[in-house]
């Protein structure tokens, strides 16, 4: 039985120190910018661009990913940037544009 107790305890130790050390990685991450450096920074650091790097220094605005588009051909997800819009849809490249077009609709598909 005193066994069984220990198992216990230790698994509920074990538990809260991993959830101690990702806490403790999360917010290293965050402090040094997504762990970039590594190490961090001191309040007298230089950055990247050699201006000084402190507790009061604007944050870098995190990169957001680019929008996808789903073609209207073939369904696939494409960058947006990369697409070929037509006629009000979107196309993951010319080609699916024009096979699209060329299709039969309304009446004339019967």
Same mark, same amino acid.
């Given at each position: ?9 230790? /698994? ?7 959830? &101690?050390?990702?806490? +403790? *990685?999360? %917010?290293?991450? %965050?402090?040094?910018? &997504?762990? #970039?450096?590594? &190490?961090?920074? @001191?309040?007298? #650091?230089?950055?990247?661009? $050699? ?13 957001? #990913?680019? =929008? ?8 696939v +997800? #494409?960058?947006?940037? *990369?697409s070929?819009?037509v006629?009000? %849809? =979107? /196309?993951?490249? !010319?080609? +699916? @544009? %024009?096979? +699209? $077009?060329?299709? =039969?609709? $309304?009446?004339? !598909?019967?």
């Amino acid at each position: 039985m005193r066994q069984i107790f220990l198992l216990i305890l230790l /698994f509920i130790v074990g538990q809260w120190l991993v959830k &101690a050390l990702r806490r +403790h *990685d999360a %917010q290293a991450s %965050q402090r040094t910018g &997504a762990g #970039a450096n590594g &190490a961090g920074g @001191a309040s007298g #650091a230089k950055g990247p661009n $050699g201006a000084a790097r402190g507790p009061n220094a604007p944050q870098a605005q995190p990169q957001l #990913a680019e =929008p996808m588009i789903r073609c209207a051909e073939c369904g696939v +997800h #494409a960058p947006k940037s *990369d697409s070929v819009v037509v006629a009000g %849809q =979107p /196309f993951c490249s !010319a080609a +699916h @544009a %024009q096979r +699209h $077009g060329a299709r =039969p609709s $309304g009446r004339d !598909a019967r």
